[in-house]
């Protein structure tokens, strides 16, 4: 979903089932605990999101769902938009046109549609997993209505997501195969019409599992009726470069995968790091070990991919490496990393973010 850091979701805070978000948690850790006990799957059997296969055909505008724009008096319809990454939001710099908002998913075109326009594409589940969230009201986030499936690959929880549907035929707790149906295409959600009706699809790790906590004291006063699934919790890579990789090589892990992307910054941290994060995710482990400062690298999206362990004592965040660019920070990081005469700094915002991984 487009939007950046504090308005990805729109919804955010406590949990509004406190019971419910218990059993998803003591789920979640008894899938992690099977990954102990059950070896490591050398093919993920992806499949598809929807009918459209023109991905494998170079993609462009027959499977991405353009965008409305409106830069400098002239409108167009970019498909580019419906595209993962730094997609949306151009601004003329000394580095020429950058890109300063984060697309955070693939918008898939419909394939087939009734007399009336509505879409009738059937929304099928890219993997076997266990359906972990089901939002059906349309005004509760951008998303309108979406689904999050978790996924145990490779002895790490990973999650896919589905936005904008018109229906949902799933529901929490239910397990999923393959290609199989959990909802209809559709357009609900802020900003979509029946004309750009499309798939929002996204692959995502999970940040932290003390997120109402955090959102309580970021966001008072309003509600997170979506638990640890709200959208600021989830953050991911770019799907169709995986799907690609994955039809050629089926043994491609989602490590794997992400160390071959560029790390765009670092930033060092006390002790005791991201903890969390690091105990969920192993590989992104490099010598580093709890009650450490660390190091961690992240792709220009935000989401983290390794924490390196420092002997050195490191007293606040600070960032020790920024990829050299000549336009503002800013819009390359989210708004997370500042310029500044001393240097590249973390902004309030990126302090946040690093709050929300286990950092204080």
């Not at 949306?88 to 549609?113: M, Q």
């Not at 770019?238 to 790390?263: C, G, M, T, W």
């Not at 969920?280 to 989401?303: H, K, T, V």
């Not at 310029?339 to 946040?352: C, H, K, M, N, V």
Request: hydrophobic share 40%; charged share 20%.
């Amino acid at each position: 979903m487009a939007g950046n850091f504090w308005q990805k979701h729109g919804v955010a805070g406590l949990c509004f089932r406190k019971k419910a978000c218990l059993v998803g948690r003591v789920k979640a850790f008894l899938l992690v605990l099977t990954a102990f006990f059950v070896p490591w799957s050398h093919a993920l059997e992806l499949v598809l999101p929807t009918e459209n296969t023109a991905i494998f055909r170079g993609g462009g505008p027959a499977f991405y769902m353009y965008v409305e724009r409106n830069f400098e008096g002239q409108k167009s319809q970019p498909w580019e938009g419906g595209k993962y990454g730094f997609v949306r939001d151009p601004v003329r710099t000394p580095e020429g046109l950058v890109f300063k908002r984060l697309h955070e998913g693939l918008d898939i075109k419909p394939v087939r549609r009734d007399a009336r326009g509505v879409p009738l594409d059937p929304v099928k589940a890219v993997a076997r997993g266990e359906v972990v969230h089901v939002s059906d009201k349309s005004s509760a986030s951008n998303y309108g209505k979406f689904i999050v499936i978790q996924h145990l690959w490779d002895g790490c929880l990973y999650y896919s997501l589905y936005a904008h549907l018109n229906h949902i035929s799933v529901t929490p707790g239910e397990s999923v195969a393959a290609g199989q149906t959990i909802g209809v295409l559709g357009f609900t959600g802020r900003g979509i019409n029946i004309i750009r009706a499309h798939l929002h699809f996204e692959i995502n790790l999970l940040l932290s599992n003390r997120f109402e906590e955090w959102h309580v004291r970021n966001f008072q006063g309003s509600p997170n009726v979506h638990g640890l699934f709200n959208g600021l919790n989830l953050s991911g890579f770019d799907p169709a470069a995986f799907l690609l990789q994955n039809k050629k090589d089926p043994s491609l892990s989602i490590p794997a995968f992400l160390a071959r992307q560029e790390v765009f910054y670092r930033i060092q941290v006390p002790a005791p790091g991201p903890v969390d994060l690091v105990g969920r995710y192993p590989w992104m482990r490099d010598n580093y070990r709890a009650g450490q400062a660390a190091e961690i690298s992240f792709l220009r999206s935000g989401l983290p991919v390794k924490v390196k362990g420092l002997n050195e004592a490191v007293s606040a965040p600070k960032v020790s490496w920024v990829k050299p660019v000549r336009a503002p920070l800013r819009y390359y990081t989210k708004n997370y990393i500042n310029d500044t005469p001393s240097g590249p700094q973390i902004a309030e915002s990126g302090l946040r973010f690093l709050e929300l991984l286990g950092v204080q």
